[in-house]
């Protein structure tokens, strides 16, 4: 077998043969991009899913606090009503002096 003695047939499938292999490297290389790509986005995704779950728990936490300062002062708002309410039925009865109820502060300063 000498060289260059090969026919135009062989030289044509040769050519055919690396365009064909060229091609499907190019289309493995174009499929192993496009699965890096997404794997990319997948990450990005997890991450992004993991910071809005942190920011959800820190909303609640946050909102929790708010509910537990405003719930001290419901306290003291609902015992200031029952305390009125109590004043209210003690006049109602007679077991308080009208001036008395409504103004507690001056009890100590009206005669008995």
Do not use: C, F
């Given at each position: 077998?000498e ?8 030289v044509?499938d ?5 365009v064909?292999?060229?091609?499907e490297l ?12 997404a ?16 920011a ?9 606090e708010?509910r537990?300062?405003l719930?001290?002062h419901?306290v003291i ?26 103004f ?6 009206l005669p008995?």
């Open positions: 077998s060289v260059g003695t090969g026919s135009v047939d062989e044509d040769a050519a055919d043969d690396a064909q292999g060229s091609a190019m289309a493995y290389s174009a499929r192993e991009h496009a699965i890096h790509e794997w990319r986005h997948a990450e990005k995704a997890n991450k992004l899913g993991e910071e809005a779950a942190e959800a728990l820190q909303a609640a936490y946050e909102s929790a708010a537990r300062i719930d001290q419901n708002a609902i015992e200031n009503q029952t305390q009125a309410d109590v004043r209210k039925l003690e006049v109602a009865h007679g077991a308080v002096p009208l001036p008395t109820a409504l507690p502060l001056a009890a100590p300063l008995l």
